[in-house]
């Protein structure tokens, strides 16, 4: 014996308990953060194509009322536990003020890198 202390096992329980704790946090922090998109609605435009969700009301905790848009006519229906339940075509589009779209993620990450003070 040269009184030198061995090196911590890789495979100690200290270290596969760190390891594990680690694994659930992220896969905890991936969870919260796809939760906090679908709340927040932030994840992404739902049909670009000629069929659209133009805009969506909650009336309960299972139940919405969706107006869809097929080519140019829209359609309201219902969506709930029993299924989607056309309620009535629209016989006059409706024309929502819609915002300024977000900036995409990479003009955010670029504005969000810019430092104080900086010229670029």
Not at 64 to 76: A, D, K, T
Not at 85 to 95: K, S
Not at 109 to 115: P, Q
Request: glycine letters at 10%; aromatic letters at 4%; proline letters at 9%.
């Amino acid at each position: 014996m040269t009184g030198m202390p061995q090196p911590a096992s890789p495979l100690s329980v200290s270290s596969l308990a760190q390891l594990t704790l680690s694994l659930v946090a992220i896969v905890a922090l991936i969870f919260a953060v796809s939760w906090v998109l679908k709340r927040l609605k932030l994840a992404g435009p739902r049909g670009r194509g000629q069929i659209a969700v133009v805009d969506e009301l909650a009336v309960g905790p299972r139940e919405r009322i969706m107006l869809i848009r097929v080519g140019e006519s829209q359609v309201l229906v219902g969506i709930g536990t029993g299924g989607v339940v056309g309620l009535t075509p629209l016989t006059t589009p409706i024309v929502l003020n819609v915002a300024a779209p977000p900036p995409v993620f990479a003009d955010r990450l670029r504005e969000f890198m810019k430092r104080p003070g900086s010229s670029t």
